[in-house]
């Protein structure tokens, strides 16, 4: 396990597309979420201790604020091969176990983390109504053998804002977590993680 902070790819970029199967094998696309208040993109995955000690505030976050308006999605972009943990069919049972209420998609080329500038698990985009990034950051200060608590305030905080049509706060800190485990020779230029 190597802790690896999130890139902070700049703020107001586009989001990039997608076309990814969903753990039902449904393809799921970026023009999907067009109606929606917003859009958080998550780069989780099954075996990252970092995204265990949150799933319970993410399936949480989903709840809540899908019923907002807001459209969620989570996507795994780790190399299965080398982590079968993490495989096609082991995402459909961790999104049952957890009660993920969001798709759960999986990114098998990796194409779409890099698209994302996606760097750990879990790393957490968050668009407005036009698609443009308005946080990129961490859930909250809390981390595996801390003992800050769960509460997902630095993202609710975000959501927050941006359902309320405030502008979101441009202090925004890194998530930490677990690289992304990249297929052999496929690490994207600005990933500097091990």
Request: glycine content about 8%; overall charge negative.
């Amino acid at each position: 396990m190597v802790l690896t902070a999130s890139t902070m790819l700049a703020l107001g970029a586009s989001a990039p597309s997608f076309v990814l199967p969903d753990t039902n094998r449904n393809i799921v696309r970026l023009e999907d979420f067009k109606d929606a208040a917003g859009l958080l993109v998550m780069f989780l995955c099954n075996h990252c201790p970092y995204v265990k000690h949150v799933q319970a505030e993410l399936t949480a976050l989903g709840r809540e604020y899908m019923a907002k308006g807001v459209a969620m999605v989570a996507i795994s972009s780790n190399d299965a091969n080398a982590y079968p943990d993490d495989s096609f069919d082991r995402m459909g049972e961790e999104a049952r176990q957890a009660g993920y209420p969001f798709p759960y998609l999986y990114d098998e080329t990796q194409e779409v983390a890099k698209a994302y500038h996606a760097a750990c698990t879990p790393d957490f985009f968050l668009f407005n109504q036009n698609l443009e990034l308005v946080y990129r950051g961490q859930l909250d200060d809390s981390r595996p053998g801390r003992s800050v608590p769960v509460t997902g305030h630095d993202l609710r905080g975000a959501l927050d804002a941006l359902l309320a049509g405030r502008p979101v706060s441009p202090e925004q800190k890194p998530s930490m977590g677990c690289n992304i485990k990249w297929l052999p020779g496929n690490a994207p230029a600005y990933f500097t993680g091990g």
